[in-house]
């Protein structure tokens, strides 16, 4: 078989190069571009009498935004989502980076052993993780309660799942818990990637295990924090699973657990009180792409700046 | 400066020994080469120096001092590492001067040293780059400066001429040799070019396999090499090495010959031998022959040799020059 | 020695944590295995003779179609795990491998997908199914799953193939091997720690999810494991052997998975997909 060259560049032809890439463009394509770009769509569209649905331009992100109805919850979810994630940036990435860094400290043993048994609980499913903190969180069944006494911090002890002003805060704890394995598991691996001779470079110099880790190893290991920070606020502004699986759609108490993938969920499907609103819904996924796109373009332009700078 | 004193180092795991018995003395401002074939430990014993690796058993000391409860920092040590080692993050000036805090040295003070010794390499405008924007030979001097910078009592190289390609290779051999001159300090160096072992050093440690074949000066180690490894690990091209009744003439199981050492004669006196291969340098030819009576020969011809007739010669070389060896391997004195 | 007083100061902040990891997990696996007192008497121990029982395991498995649940959990993973190593190496090796006008533009297409969740177009895929007759369908969950999965697994695929040196596919070139060979035969083994690495990140989350089953597939014939214990314990929640029963069952099968990949996810990272 011949290449072509072409001016392209080389490759071996437009069927052969369309055969490969048809089926995976082909799925993605139809099944997550499309759709989402219909769900933008979507969202400029009222419903009409009679089915079909008319432009409205913006009115409904006007309504999101202003109609009081809409806009208390919506901008509850939103707070809410914020104190989700920032629990998650101040709880989960410094304890992956610590755990990362107490990996990869030299003579270890049992460290894979280690690795593995602490990224567990990021294979859970999060159903099973909801419920089995709230069986120990449960003032019912005692074990929480049995554990913090045997600590000597039993009156502590208090069913914060239940409570409006700390259910947010324990859920998001509960999150970190499970998902604490992934920036541990990615610190490490970029710690595993800094060349030894730096390390020793470093103590020659006079640096103690505390100053290789703070000069050398953490500064090193920032793009990977980096990257792992955008991760989190990705999954966080679009996490759903575990606030349902604890408290259903409608995220009590009081919607203190509310954030805006349940928000969404609420708002598209519908709950006890009210029926789904599909153009509603359109919207609010709009406004977390938004989101979220901010948020990633944000991102890329400190890692521009800092790919630009090391050129 | 100091000087280095090891007596009976060794450095096992389990049943392995990267080092055995190892005993070694450097004077002070002498510049010591540690040289042989890869996996010969050469590393491992300047690493054990440094304080990167403890020994299993033996004594180490520098500046009369025993050094084995110092943690490298406090050894008065300084290391240029084969892959330059320097902090990708931290300028070149950051890089010389990090260490210099840790010893509590002041700001004003930390930026004068640094700055004569950046001029003193020749690095002065290069100063506020990163090691990512310097070239192979500028990063390797930024790596000898801080090693400068921190005004060591002996400095630790770690084959540093490795990475770069032969020009600068041995331009940069000069340079040491002459860094070496300016400074007076105790140097002791890791390769396995002995080109590089016999220019630099004022004392060459032979090693292999973990052990110290020979200690000697660079002359001294090549012309009276201790065995046949020592012998054959020296000298470009190799030696001959002669075994069989030609050796049993002067008493030995073996006799080594210098290919600089043989020459061809016109006429029927010598050893007859014909021409395998020549390979011309240049500046001389090193001829490839094979003698019935010695076997096969190298030995260095004028620019201009060329193959006669049917490739018939004869082989001649000096008695005295002649190196003994015995059946274990070992020089015959 | 310091550094031994170092070592043992690592240890115990790591077996802190991992207790904190492990502890609430192994609580739940052993209380599945006592009698409702026994639970609730006293949680912390383990179960003794007198309060060892699976009636726990034997309601869930007459009360429930677990094994249905199971199987379709099964289906999906694996089926959108073969989709999305074939599709996906093809066409991360089309992209590391040849150099063609748009190659940019078809990268970017596939990277925007990591950024961006697919959840957020969830409305139009509930449209998009139901006019395509897949609603409660696990076929509707597998396409959907494999234009998730697809991104990042391009991602790490086509890192792991700009490390293969480019000789060895030019050197079969130059004997005649056609294209589709020298990706399949030549390519693909030595990628093995990518694939390895792409199962994991690629059949976790589809396990796990709650989102596309309750949304696409909630039918009981349909049901995936995680769905269908969620829905279980909403309805047995005072069954407290058997709602412990069931989540350690449904535990189970990621562990054995990510115990047997775990280490070649490691080798994966760290040759390739994170330099």
Redesign the interface.
């Known amino acids: 078989m011949t290449r072509t060259r072409t001016r392209d560049g080389v490759h071996p032809g437009w069927i052969t190069l369309t055969a490969f890439l048809a089926p995976a463009a082909l799925i993605y394509g139809v099944f997550s571009v499309y759709p989402l770009a219909r769900t933008i769509a979507f969202s400029f569209y009222r419903p009409q009498e009679g089915g079909a649905a008319q432009f409205a331009g913006l009115a409904n992100f006007v309504t999101l935004f202003a109609d009081p109805y809409w806009s208390e919850g919506f901008f509850n979810a939103l707070w809410n989502n914020l104190i989700f994630f920032a629990v998650h940036m101040a709880v989960q990435n410094p304890v992956g980076i610590a755990l990362a860094a107490l990996l990869a400290v030299p003579g270890l043993k049992g460290r894979s052993l280690y690795r593995t048994t602490l990224f567990l609980p990021t294979m859970l499913s999060v159903v099973i993780v909801g419920f089995i903190w709230q069986l120990v969180l449960s003032p019912l069944w005692g074990v929480g309660e049995e554990l913090m006494t045997a600590v000597g911090l039993g009156s502590w002890f208090a069913p914060w799942l239940g409570e409006e002003s700390s259910a947010l805060v324990t859920l998001s704890l509960i999150s970190v818990w499970q998902f604490v394995g992934i920036p541990m598991l990615l610190v490490h691996v970029a710690l595993l990637n800094i060349p030894r001779d730096l390390i020793d470079a470093a103590r020659v110099d006079g640096a103690g295990a505390f100053g290789v880790f703070r000069h050398v190893q953490l500064p090193l290991v920032m793009p990977t924090v980096g990257l792992v920070s955008i991760l989190t606020f990705i999954g966080n502004f679009n996490a759903f699973d575990l606030i349902y699986a604890v408290k259903g759609a409608l995220a009590g108490p009081n919607f203190s657990t509310d954030i805006l993938g349940t928000y969404f969920y609420r708002t598209f499907f519908g709950y006890q009180l009210q029926s789904g609103n599909a153009e509603m819904g359109a919207t609010v996924a709009t406004v977390m792409f938004l989101i979220i796109l901010a948020g990633v373009m944000i991102y890329l332009f400190f890692m521009q700046k800092r790919m630009l700078r090391a050129i | 400066m100091a000087d280095v004193d090891i007596k009976g180092l060794a450095k096992r795991f389990g049943e392995t020994a990267a080092l055995e018995d190892v005993s070694l003395s450097v004077a002070d401002g002498e510049f010591c080469v540690l040289v042989g074939p890869s996996g010969c430990g050469k590393t491992t014993l300047l ?1 054990i120096i ?3 690796e403890t020994e299993t058993e033996g004594s180490l000391s520098i500046g009369g001092a025993d050094a084995q409860a110092l ?3 406090r050894r008065g ?3 240029v ?9 931290m300028t070149a000036y950051r890089n010389m001067s ?2 210099l805090k ?2 509590k040295v002041s700001r004003p003070d930390i930026d004068e040293r640094v700055r004569s010794v950046a001029e003193m390499l020749g690095i002065s405008d290069l100063l506020h780059r ?1 090691p ?1 924007e310097l070239s192979g030979g500028q990063r390797q001097r930024v790596a000898i400066g ?1 090693a400068i910078v ?1 005004n060591p009592k002996v400095f630790l190289f770690d084959e540093p001429l490795s990475n770069l390609d032969a020009a600068l290779r041995a331009t940069t051999r000069l340079e040491i040799a002459r860094l070496h001159k300016a400074l007076g300090a105790t140097m002791i160096y890791v390769t396995h070019d002995q080109a590089e072992a016999m220019t630099l050093a004022d004392k060459m440690v032979v090693m292999k396999d973990g052990r110290i074949e020979q200690i000697g000066t660079p002359l001294e180690v090549y012309r009276k090499p201790a065995n046949l490894f020592v012998a054959g690990f020296l000298g470009h091209p190799k030696i001959n090495i002669v075994t069989g009744a030609i050796a049993a003439e002067y008493g030995a199981a073996s006799i080594g010959l210098r290919p600089e050492h043989l020459t061809l004669s016109p006429s029927g006196k010598g050893y007859a031998a014909r021409v395998v291969h020549v390979e011309p340098l240049g500046s001389e030819a090193h001829v490839h022959l094979r003698s019935d009576a010695l076997g096969p020969l190298i030995l260095r011809a004028p620019s201009d040799f060329s193959v006669s007739g049917d490739g018939d010669l004869h082989v001649t070389f000096e008695r005295t020059r002649v190196l003994l060896f015995d059946e274990n391997g070992n020089a015959i004195n | 020695m310091t550094t031994r007083m170092r070592l043992w100061a690592v240890h115990v902040m790591l077996l802190v944590y991992a207790v904190l990891a492990l502890a609430p997990v192994l609580l739940i696996a052993m209380n599945s295995f006592k009698s409702r007192k026994g639970i609730f008497r006293d949680p912390l121990a383990l179960p003794t003779g007198e309060t060892f029982s699976t009636v726990g395991y034997e309601r869930v498995f007459a009360n429930s179609d677990l094994w249905l649940w199971f199987a379709n959990s099964l289906v999906v993973t694996v089926v959108t795990l073969a989709a999305v190593v074939v599709f996906g190496t093809m066409a991360a090796w089309a992209l590391a491998a040849y150099r063609f006008r748009g190659r940019l533009v078809v990268g970017l297409f596939l990277a925007l997908g990591i950024m961006v969740p697919i959840r957020l177009g969830t409305v139009a895929i509930l449209d998009l199914m139901t006019s395509l007759g897949l609603t409660n369908t696990l076929a509707a969950l597998i396409l959907v799953y494999i234009a998730q999965g697809l991104p990042v697994a391009v991602f790490i695929f086509s890192e792991f193939m700009a490390q293969v040196p480019r000789d060895l596919a030019d050197a079969a070139r130059c004997d005649g091997v056609p294209e589709f060979r020298i990706y399949a035969h030549i390519v693909l083994p030595l990628i093995r720690p990518a694939i390895a690495t792409v199962a994991i990140f690629v059949m976790v989350p589809i396990w796990n999810d709650l989102w596309f089953p309750l949304i696409l597939a909630p039918g009981e014939g349909t049901r995936t494991i995680t769905l269908g214990v969620q829905q279980f314990i909403g309805q047995y929640v005072t069954d407290w052997s058997a709602v412990l029963a069931a989540l350690t069952l449904a535990v189970v099968p990621i562990l054995v998975l990510y115990l047997a990949l775990s280490r070649m996810m490691v080798r994966g990272l760290t040759e390739g997909a994170l330099r």
């Open positions: 690493r440094a304080g990167l943690a490298p920092a040590i300084a290391m590492f084969q892959s330059y080692a320097l902090y990708p993050h990090f260490g840790f010893q990163k990512a801080r921190r």
